[in-house]
């Protein structure tokens, strides 16, 4: 994985892929374990541990307006876990499960899963990436699909699940389509 981003790094030219613009393929340092460890116990939550461990080893965050190396306009930081709810958090909002699992078919996603209005239909899940008008990347980490990629379209049809089955197939598949010189990761 470190192997192909330095790769994708070390490419001539400007990026052609969408985003990378933005962040260059850099990525910030790899943040401390004791760090992961807090914002854990904060949360209620354990990291899927495919992407603890890439930020505690490969890296976290980084200098683009959206955070670092990776798809879209970057990967965010894991302090702004939150980007992608539709309301405020509180200490429970990533411990409670994403109500949404792979096949799963909704008449209207909001109606089912956030009748209310103080409802989130995002709870159990971290922003990753910014893939702009408002769209996003989501990691699903509470829940029956703990450990999988979900893009959050806005349709009656609700989140779409990636193909990926974790963190790391789906980053390593976008690394793969930049190497490719691909333009668009989907």
């Known amino acids: 994985m470190a192997a192909k981003l330095k790769a994708a790094a070390a490419m001539p030219g400007d990026p052609v892929m969408f985003g990378a ?13 004791d760090a992961v460890v807090a914002f854990e116990e904060r949360r209620g939550v354990r990291l899927p541990a495919d992407y603890r461990g890439f930020i505690t080893t490969v890296g976290h965050g980084g200098p683009g307006r959206f955070g670092g190396a990776g798809p879209f306009y970057g990967l965010h930081s894991l302090e702004d876990w939150d980007s992608g709810l539709w309301g405020m958090p509180d200490t429970t909002t990533l411990a409670r499960p994403f109500p949404a699992e792979p096949g799963r078919v909704y008449e209207d996603w909001l109606a089912e899963v956030a009748p209310g209005d103080e409802d989130e239909p995002y709870c159990g899940t971290l922003a990753l990436s910014d893939q702009g008008c408002g769209y996003l990347s989501l990691l699903v980490v509470s829940g029956p699909a703990r450990g999988r990629v979900i893009d959050n379209y806005k349709g009656k049809e609700g989140p779409v699940f990636t193909a990926d089955q974790d ?10 389509a930049v190497l490719a010189g691909e333009r668009h990761f989907r």
């Open 21 to 33: 613009d933005a962040h260059r393929f850099r990525i910030g340092p790899p943040l401390p374990e």
């Open 167 to 176: 963190f790391l197939s789906w980053y390593e598949r976008w690394l793969d």
